[in-house]
């Protein structure tokens, strides 16, 4: 990510992994006929596909309709692959972290933003499983150390109770995580 960032030269950058994909042939279009100046965030929503491609459904988590770095305390509410950020705001990723780095460097730039862009519309088909989604214990514990260095010890635990009910809730009605 790191070099991607350094290799850059366009106004904006947005991170796509492998697997992933932009959402549509008009996505790009229709944002941009969708923006009034040059916002530092422009975020979206995301359709989660399977390994044939196929559309599962939504995010469970949906993109608050006003993005701040505090809308994080809510979880990863915007994955990075439907948040572009101006490449003059962009942070560096945190190379501590391996699983949560997204996390850190979402509320970083959403921090630096002093303009963010609700697209209103689905940005990036996002590939389900990956290394997060593998190692989720692992993920969890790097995602509670970024959330308490941003929003304090209490409030980070209160929010993963939360988090479990909200996510053991999901489960039962949809089956997947």
């Known amino acids: 990510m790191n070099k991607g960032l350094k290799a850059a030269s366009g106004d904006y950058v947005w991170f796509l992994n492998s697997g992933d994909q932009i959402y549509n042939s008009t996505t790009i279009e229709t944002l941009v006929a969708g923006l009034n100046g040059m916002p530092d965030i422009i975020y979206g929503g995301t359709m989660i596909i399977d ?27 915007v994955c990075h692959q439907s948040i572009l950020v101006r490449r003059e705001v962009a942070p560096i990723y945190n190379l501590e972290y391996r699983l949560s780095a ?19 519309q689905v ?12 190692n989720i214990k692992a993920g969890l514990k790097e995602r509670f150390r970024i959330m308490r260095h941003f929003y304090g010890l209490f409030p980070t635990i209160l ?5 479990g009910i909200r996510l053991t809730n999901f489960y ?3 089956r997947r995580i």
Request: zero cysteines; hydrophobic letters at 35%.
């Open 51 to 77: 390994e044939a491609q196929n559309e599962v459904g939504d995010r469970r988590l949906k993109p608050p309709p006003q993005l701040s770095w505090k809308s994080f305390r809510q979880g990863m509410v």
């Open 102 to 120: 997204d996390i850190d460097w979402a509320i970083r730039a959403a921090k630096d933003a002093s303009q963010i862009h609700n697209s209103n």
């Open 123 to 134: 940005l990036s088909r996002f590939l389900e499983g990956g290394l997060t989604e593998h």
């Open 159 to 163: 929010r993963h109770f939360v988090f």
């Open 172 to 174: 039962l009605k949809h």
